[in-house]
């Protein structure tokens, strides 16, 4: 009886010791949102971006969200579809896709980052693990100087929607770019207006769910491009922004109201050691596979 056991156990602790180290072996998903003017497969950006983090990091799950049926869609509704309905949209794919049910960490791109910051905020479940923002605009924008596709059309008429009136409704409602334009002359206005930046940012007083879940992250990594000639204020990538009621001065996060007071749990994570601000030279979104693979990759693994 003795001899059946013991050799019942040395077939069995080897299957479950490699059962284990496959378990732990497991890499953690990642999910990626491109940025304004992108597509979810673009085979320049996002598609590259995916195939590089597959073939770095065998047997990982990338899923590259698409807002919309195919890639014009997808490419269409960064400019013109309400935030926070594509937020809700991410949300649902989350929490339906059975590959992400135990956690998956999130990279966004551009304004991607800031995107991805509102579905760690609002949709705690699947956990976000490690949120990663590549040149993502935290505090918002107060200026448009190069829009992808200089020479369309789409960009002159962004351009002088938000010259008309950025804090409009009907511009709100239906210009991504205005969702997180934030005048540091019209703070009130923004305050009271912006349906989407200031919500998440906490402007109109603290939602303890997106702070509790916020600082559910193992780290929330901020790269700014030292270079940067798209973003304005380019220190924006880093949660500053200018100092208010002037377009001149900037400040870093730590010196602003909403780290001061503590409206995010953003002073308790950088005191955590959660915050991770990283600097690249180079203008807005332009990294080498080196760079990634030294400085990104291992937030990935």
Same mark, same amino acid.
């Given at each position: 009886m003795c001899s059946v056991k013991m050799a019942a156990l040395r077939v069995a602790v080897? $299957? $479950?010791l490699g059962l284990c180290l496959h378990? @732990?072996?497991a890499a953690v998903p990642l999910v990626i949102w491109h940025g304004m003017g992108d597509s979810c497969? *673009?085979?320049m950006s996002m598609g590259y971006i995916k195939k590089m983090v597959e073939a770095k990091i065998p047997g990982i799950y990338v899923l590259s969200l698409k807002i919309g049926n195919n890639m014009i869609q997808d490419m269409q509704n960064s400019f013109f579809m309400n935030v926070n309905d594509q937020v809700s949209d991410v949300c649902g794919q989350l929490a339906t896709d059975p590959r992400l049910q135990g956690g998956y960490n999130a990279m966004g791109f551009s304004q991607g980052g800031q995107f991805l910051r509102a579905v760690a905020q609002r949709c705690p479940s699947p956990p976000m693990l490690n949120l /990663?923002? /590549?040149g993502g605009q935290h505090q918002g924008v107060y200026g448009f100087p190069r829009c992808p596709g200089e020479s369309s059309h789409v960009c002159d008429w962004i351009r002088k929607m938000l010259d008309l009136g950025a804090y409009t409704q009907a511009v709100q409602e239906h210009l991504v770019q205005a969702e997180y334009w934030h005048d540091p002359l019209k703070e009130e206005e923004y305050r009271k207006n912006s349906v989407f930046l200031a919500d998440i940012n906490q402007e109109r007083g603290v *939602? &303890?769910?997106y702070k509790k879940n916020l600082m559910a992250l193992k780290k929330f990594v901020m790269v700014k491009f030292l270079n940067d000639t798209m973003v304005d204020p380019p220190i924006s990538e880093w949660f500053g922004f200018y100092k208010s009621g002037q377009a001149k001065e900037t400040i870093p996060l730590q010196e602003t109201s909403l780290y001061k007071e503590d409206r995010l749990g953003l002073q308790e994570m950088d +005191?955590? %050691? +959660? $915050? =991770?601000f990283l600097g =690249? @030279? %180079?203008d807005h979104l332009h =990294?080498? &596979?080196e760079w990634f693979d030294s400085t990104i990759l291992p937030f990935l693994q």
């Amino acid at each position: 009886m003795c001899s059946v056991k013991m050799a019942a156990l040395r077939v069995a602790v080897p $299957l $479950l010791l490699g059962l284990c180290l496959h378990c @732990a072996a497991a890499a953690v998903p990642l999910v990626i949102w491109h940025g304004m003017g992108d597509s979810c497969c *673009n085979p320049m950006s996002m598609g590259y971006i995916k195939k590089m983090v597959e073939a770095k990091i065998p047997g990982i799950y990338v899923l590259s969200l698409k807002i919309g049926n195919n890639m014009i869609q997808d490419m269409q509704n960064s400019f013109f579809m309400n935030v926070n309905d594509q937020v809700s949209d991410v949300c649902g794919q989350l929490a339906t896709d059975p590959r992400l049910q135990g956690g998956y960490n999130a990279m966004g791109f551009s304004q991607g980052g800031q995107f991805l910051r509102a579905v760690a905020q609002r949709c705690p479940s699947p956990p976000m693990l490690n949120l /990663i923002s /590549i040149g993502g605009q935290h505090q918002g924008v107060y200026g448009f100087p190069r829009c992808p596709g200089e020479s369309s059309h789409v960009c002159d008429w962004i351009r002088k929607m938000l010259d008309l009136g950025a804090y409009t409704q009907a511009v709100q409602e239906h210009l991504v770019q205005a969702e997180y334009w934030h005048d540091p002359l019209k703070e009130e206005e923004y305050r009271k207006n912006s349906v989407f930046l200031a919500d998440i940012n906490q402007e109109r007083g603290v *939602n &303890e769910t997106y702070k509790k879940n916020l600082m559910a992250l193992k780290k929330f990594v901020m790269v700014k491009f030292l270079n940067d000639t798209m973003v304005d204020p380019p220190i924006s990538e880093w949660f500053g922004f200018y100092k208010s009621g002037q377009a001149k001065e900037t400040i870093p996060l730590q010196e602003t109201s909403l780290y001061k007071e503590d409206r995010l749990g953003l002073q308790e994570m950088d +005191k955590a %050691g +959660k $915050l =991770v601000f990283l600097g =690249v @030279a %180079g203008d807005h979104l332009h =990294v080498t &596979e080196e760079w990634f693979d030294s400085t990104i990759l291992p937030f990935l693994q």
